[in-house]
């Protein structure tokens, strides 16, 4: 069994940063690609960006600049920065990990997700 388990959410006003985290528990082998999802209401769950085992990053053309996906893997735990919000931004954000387990098959995980405000 794997969990997932953000926190960092919050309200801040427009402008303002916040600092997400993902960590990531139970039996592995190892974690390969991690992201952040978000979902606004009434809306589908869109890509936020990804950071591949290996460090390389992509990211939704509406975040860059602003966002950044980090990730530290003795902790087994993923980040993203985030700055100069804007109202948009506003949404759930969830975590997501692909890991490989001992047999060598990999899963998908979700955590469930942390609310992201933004509103002046």
């Known amino acids: 069994q794997v969990q997932l388990v953000e926190s960092g959410g919050g309200l801040v006003q427009p402008g303002g940063s916040l600092r997400l985290s993902c960590a990531v528990s139970?039996?592995?082998?190892?974690?390969?690609?991690m992201g952040w999802y978000r979902q606004a209401p009434g809306k589908q769950r869109e890509l936020v960006a990804t950071?591949?085992?290996?460090?390389?990053?992509n990211y939704a053309d509406s975040v860059k600049g602003r966002f950044t996906i980090s990730r530290d893997n003795a902790k087994n735990t993923l980040y993203l920065q985030m700055n100069s919000l804007k109202p948009e931004d506003t949404a759930v954000y969830y975590c997501?990990?692909?890991?490989?387990?001992?047999?060598?098959?990999?899963?998908?995980?979700w955590g469930r997700g942390t609310q992201v405000t933004v509103s002046s």
């Open positions: 950071i591949t085992g290996g460090g390389t990053t």
């Open positions: 139970g039996i592995f082998f190892s974690i390969n690609s």
């Open positions: 997501n990990a692909d890991t490989l387990n001992y047999r060598g098959t990999n899963y998908k995980y």
